[in-house]
Nanobody
Framework: VQLQASGGGLVQAGGSLRLSCAVS????????IGWYRQAPGKQRELVAD?????????ADADSVKGRFTISRDTAKNTVYLQMNSLKPEDTAVYYC???????????WGQGTLVTVSS
């Protein structure tokens, strides 16, 4: 499985970005695709994920609820994270992650940096 994340950048507070995670390889082995983020000096945390059945999950809902939306285009094998009303505290490196049905069970793509200026 290969994951190619893109779409990060610099945006002003209140702005929007859409991150993309292009998935290739043995996609049938994927149980879920998720977006994680890691802010400077903090641990990596789950933002949202979507299962192969299309069920979505948002972690720590208060921080992203109503602002972030995860979705997918199965024809393009791409998972998106639409981020609206961005805040400076959303600044982080965002990583695409695949939960696999076989060892090593986790696969990470490269990160994409999102910087939100105040």
């Amino acid at each position: 499985v290969q994951l190619q994340a893109s779409g990060g950048g610099l945006v002003q507070a209140g702005g929007s970005l859409r991150l993309s995670c292009a998935v290739s390889g043995s996609t049938s082995s994927i149980n879920a695709i998720g977006w994680y983020r890691q802010a400077p000096g903090k641990q990596r945390e789950l933002v949202a994920d979507i299962s192969n059945g299309g069920r979505t999950n948002y972690a720590d809902a208060d921080s992203v609820k109503g602002r972030f939306t995860i979705s997918r285009d199965t024809a393009k094998n791409t998972v998106y994270l639409q981020m609206n009303s961005l805040k400076p505290e959303d600044t982080a490196v965002y990583y695409c992650h695949a939960a696999l049905s076989y060892w090593p069970y986790n696969h990470w793509g490269q990160g994409t940096l999102v910087t939100v200026s105040s």
